[in-house]
Nanobody
Framework: QVHLMESGGGSAQVGGSLRLSCTASGLNWNDIAMGWFRQVPGKEREGIACINWDSSNIWYSASVKGRFTISRDNAEGTLLLQMNDLKPEDTAMYYC??????????????????WGQGTQVTVSS
């Protein structure tokens, strides 16, 4: 049974930093792509970062590129999201997700089929 769990959310000031973590069980970390998404109430879920199985291919949305860094440690079974220079528009519920398709490469948002319960990030001025 696949289970993902995020941690590290909370409150930060504009320009501050937070680091999110995601641990997962029940899957082979060496064969899957992982991603971070976020959602604000009333809006569609937004994909913000994806990392392929061996960290050789990383994608960021324009909204976070240059400020956020996704990384993974397959040996530890951990996915990270370092968030710097936070802005009020970064306020959202953040989710980690796993794409279990063969190949372990980043695809479409709809390819992610396992999700964590989310962790709230709130950025205030």
């Amino acid at each position: 049974q696949v289970h993902l769990m995020e941690s590290g959310g909370g409150s930060a000031q504009v320009g501050g930093s937070l680091r999110l973590s995601c641990t997962a069980s029940g899957l082979n970390w060496n064969d899957i792509a992982m991603g971070w998404f976020r959602q604000v109430p009333g809006k569609e879920r937004e994909g913000i970062a994806c990392i392929n199985w061996d960290s050789s291919n990383i994608w960021y949305s324009a909204s976070v590129k240059g400020r956020f860094t996704i990384s993974r440690d397959n040996a530890e079974g951990t996915l990270l999201l370092q968030m710097n220079d936070l802005k009020p528009e970064d306020t959202a519920m953040y989710y980690c997700a796993a794409d279990l398709r063969v190949g372990g490469n980043c695809g479409r948002a709809t390819d992610f089929n396992y999700w964590g319960q989310g962790t709230q990030v709130t950025v205030s001025s």
